[in-house]
């Protein structure tokens, strides 16, 4: 029986929808539908669907759609540290962990899988990390300390070009490539 929801998506950004229930949200396959759509359709190839109340919030639970092709630049979260959650809900995401020269091994490398596992990765504060989606349709469930701050949530890495640079996409291209020939993806 399908769940009745009080739940509304209210649009906060070009990125993201934030959730308007008063006790309680229920994940779905209409939901993850929903927002793997959105990241599709979305520019920067993601959309995040936020479950907390507000960036002040002490906990922060949220959706992470991701599309092949969306780089997310390799960051860290150590000022102020933060520990990071990802919970695969449906398709293929990729992980690379790197050391502050940029270098990552081949055990460095992670791919959560929603049907085989593994289904979640635990992440340290002050840990370089990146995700690249390895499959369309693409969620993670996010869970982090908050509040939120956009001056200072992330660290990016120095040695990883920025989103817009001539460079991110062969970048992204080499990293999912690495992620692929680990992993013995297509």
């Not at 869970?143 to 001056?151: A, N, V």
Request: glycine content about 6%; hydrophobic content about 40%; charged content about 25%.
């Amino acid at each position: 029986m399908p769940h009745r929801h009080a739940d509304e998506l209210r649009r906060i950004s070009a990125l993201a929808t934030r959730s308007t229930h008063e006790r309680f949200a229920v994940v779905d396959s209409a939901l993850l539908d929903r927002k793997a759509a959105d990241a599709a359709a979305n520019a920067r190839l993601r959309e995040m669907h936020l479950f907390h109340e507000s960036d002040a919030s002490s906990l922060h639970r949220m959706l992470n759609a991701v599309e092949p092709g969306s780089y997310i630049r390799p960051h860290r979260h150590l000022h102020p540290p933060k520990a990071e959650c990802f919970i695969i809900l449906r398709g293929l995401v990729g992980f690379a962990f790197f050391d502050d020269q940029g270098r990552a091994a081949d055990e460095d490398l992670v791919l959560l899988d929603a049907q085989n596992g593994p289904f979640a990765v635990d992440i340290r504060p002050g840990v370089w990390h990146m995700l690249v989606s390895m499959s369309p349709g693409s969620v993670l469930f996010e869970i982090k300390p908050g509040p939120y701050d956009p001056l200072a949530d992330k660290d990016f890495a120095p040695w990883a070009p920025a989103p817009d640079s001539s460079g991110a996409q062969a970048w992204l291209t080499e990293q999912e490539l690495r992620l692929r020939s680990r992993f013995g993806l297509p």
